[in-house]
């Protein structure tokens, strides 16, 4: 059973910054695409950032100039910098991998999630 594992969430200022930690285990982690989604209360579940085993990136707007998906095969790991952060970017944060290696849609794969909160 392939299993995610967030952790690095947590309450920031706005303008601050947190990096996200994902380690993924029981999977060939370099060959698949890593994915950060995000939800916030009373909205559905968007995309954040995703990065392929070929390390294409890609993000969503809101977020392009701040925010950085980056992977360590070595270590079954990818991770979400984020910087200058704002209140709408509080919400649950949740790693996602996906088998097809695509950009634009999450795989099967779910972390349990990890909370960031920015305050104003």
């Known amino acids: 059973q392939v299993q995610l594992v967030e952790s690095g969430g947590g309450l920031v200022q706005a303008g601050g910054s947190l990096r996200l930690s994902c380690v993924v285990s029981r999977t060939i982690f370099r060959i698949y695409a890593m994915g950060w989604y995000r939800q916030a209360p009373g909205k559905q579940r968007e995309l954040v950032a995703v990065i392929t085993s070929g390390g294409s990136t890609n993000y969503a707007d809101s977020v392009k100039g701040r925010f950085t998906i980056s992977r360590d095969n070595a270590k079954n790991t990818v991770y979400l910098q984020m910087n200058s952060l704002k209140p709408e970017d509080t919400g649950v944060y949740y790693c996602?991998?996906?088998?097809?290696?695509?950009?634009?849609?999450?795989?099967?794969?779910w972390g349990q999630g990890t909370q960031v909160t920015v305050s104003s």
């Open positions: 996602n991998l996906d088998t097809r290696n695509r950009l634009s849609k999450p795989g099967d794969y």
